[in-house]
Structure formats: structure tokens, C-alpha cells
Nanobody
Framework: QVQVVESGGGLVQAGGSLRLSCAAS????????MGWFRQAPGKEREFVAA????????YYTDSVKGRFTISGNNARTTVYLQMNSLTPEDTAVYYC??????????????????WGQGTQVTVST
């Protein structure tokens, strides 16, 4: 079993920055990838970014490229999401997830086995 806990959300003005953290405990050291998803009110959960530990590859959805950066530690237990130049469209609950089986697909929520409870990010105008 893996426990996933996010932190770092909050309220920020447009153009500001936030750094989200995600800690995975339990058997987390064997996970294949970790990702961030977000869900805005009335919208479906969408992929934001992911990091695959094999080769340490990173992936981003187009709307955050150049603004968000995902990184992690060597123990494969912690990931960060540095979010810069935030806009009101980034307002959502951000979820961290753990992928336990190696997959070519990181943008589909169904490929992740463990999820955190989410952390709210609100960007004001």
C-alpha cells in the first residue's frame, strides 16, 4: 500500500508562483512514475505533468509547458511541481498520483494506482 500526501496549495495572484509537494510513503520506492492532475469546478480531471523514474523523463500538458516544472528525489518518493506565471485558468484542485506499473502512457488517470486527497490552488485576478 502507498500513501500519497500533497501540500503547498493556496491562494496566489495572477502572475505569481506556487510550489506543490507530494510525498509517497509505504512501498513507494518501487513506483514507476508520479504525476500531477488537476480538476477545476465543473470540469473533468486533466493531466498536468509527470515524471518517469526510468531515465527520469518529464512530461507536460501543452497549457503548462514553459511555466510548470516537475522534479523529484532519487528515492522516487517525492515530487514537486513548481508553478510559475499562474493564471486564473490554473485554479483547480491538484492531485498527485503514483503509477506502479511501467507504461508508455502517463497522461491517463486510469494508469495511476494511488492518489492523494488533493490540494487547492486558487489564482486570483
Amino acid at each position: 500500500q502507498v500513501q500519497v500526501v500533497e501540500s503547498g496549495g493556496g491562494l496566489v495572484q495572477a502572475g505569481g508562483s506556487l510550489r506543490l509537494s507530494c510525498a509517497a510513503s509505504g512501498r513507494a520506492s518501487s513506483n514507476a512514475a508520479m504525476g500531477w492532475f488537476r480538476q477545476a469546478p465543473g470540469k473533468e480531471r486533466e493531466f498536468v505533468a509527470a515524471i518517469k523514474w526510468s531515465g527520469v523523463s518529464t512530461y507536460y500538458t501543452d497549457s503548462v509547458k514553459g511555466r510548470f516544472t516537475i522534479s523529484g528525489n532519487n528515492a522516487r518518493t517525492t515530487v514537486y511541481l513548481q508553478m510559475n506565471s499562474l493564471t486564473p485558468e490554473d485554479t483547480a484542485v491538484y492531485y498527485c498520483a503514483v503509477q506502479t506499473l511501467y507504461s508508455n502512457v502517463v497522461a491517463i488517470a486510469g494508469t495511476y494506482r494511488y492518489w492523494g486527497q488533493g490540494t487547492q490552488v486558487t489564482v486570483s485576478t
